[in-house]
């Protein structure tokens, strides 16, 4: 099946700074999501971004299908970005897979 | 709130034991899939339903059973517990059964089996 490997898989943040998480798949995918798993467990969906480059407040995600990886950027973050962040990919047939996830602690 | 609603919210049970998640998916969305989240395995897929019928199936053990109900519902059951069933179980929601579109998650089901 389908590979989804997350880099880096822990990073801590000074209050305010940006950073970038990379999403890389082994596949054509027709199907790539973002997602944030808060401190209380609950995984919220950022992005649907299966190719090109959305943004959201702070956060904005770029896909490039042809080279088969996916980056989430948080700029100006805040204590409440503290979390996993989760990329989920579908290929052929309808299961997400998800990577392994970025550890994230932004420190106040 | 994604609008999927998973009770109960915490479960602890004793090895052997059955028990049954249940998962309300948002108004419309006609998908719903069942996930396992564990410390060691990370988020694995077990299941998908889509109006119903089981469209996907993953990693899910035989003592796992899945059904969707005619008002769209689904229920998640286990059995036979052991303690590696220990998990977070999350259910999701889709408007389709196919590869497009966004996938909403409920808060998830902590499952603790002593």
């Known amino acids: 099946g389908i590979q989804v490997e997350q880099s880096p898989p822990d990073l801590i943040l000074q209050e305010g700074a940006n950073s970038t998480l990379r999403c890389n798949f082994s596949d054509s995918v027709n199907n790539l999501q973002w997602f944030h798993q808060n401190p209380w467990g609950q995984l919220i969906n950022l992005f649907y971004i299966p190719s090109g480059t959305k943004q959201n407040g702070r956060l904005s995600a770029t896909t490039v299908a042809t080279e088969r990886y996916s980056l989430l950027y948080i700029s100006s973050s805040q204590t409440t970005d503290s979390g996993v962040y989760f990329c989920a990919v579908k290929a052929a047939g309808n299961k997400l897979t998800f990577g392994g996830g970025t550890r994230v602690l932004v420190k106040p | 709130d994604s609008g999927v609603t998973q009770t109960p919210k915490h479960l602890i049970t004793a090895t052997g034991q059955r028990v049954t998640l249940r998962c309300s998916p948002r108004?419309?969305?006609?998908?719903v899939y069942w996930y396992q989240q564990s410390l060691d395995q990370g988020l694995q897929f077990l299941i998908q339903y889509y109006n119903g019928e089981e469209r996907a199936k993953g990693n899910i053990l035989e003592r796992f059973s899945a059904q969707q109900f005619p008002d769209l519902h689904s229920e998640l059951n286990l059995s036979s517990l052991e303690l590696g069933d220990s998990a977070l179980y999350f259910c999701?929601?889709?408007?389709?059964?196919?590869?497009?579109?966004?996938?909403?998650f409920g808060q998830g089901t902590r499952l603790t089996v002593v």
């Open positions: 108004s419309g969305d006609l998908s």
């Open positions: 999701a929601s889709s408007v389709d059964a196919g590869n497009k579109g966004r996938a909403f």
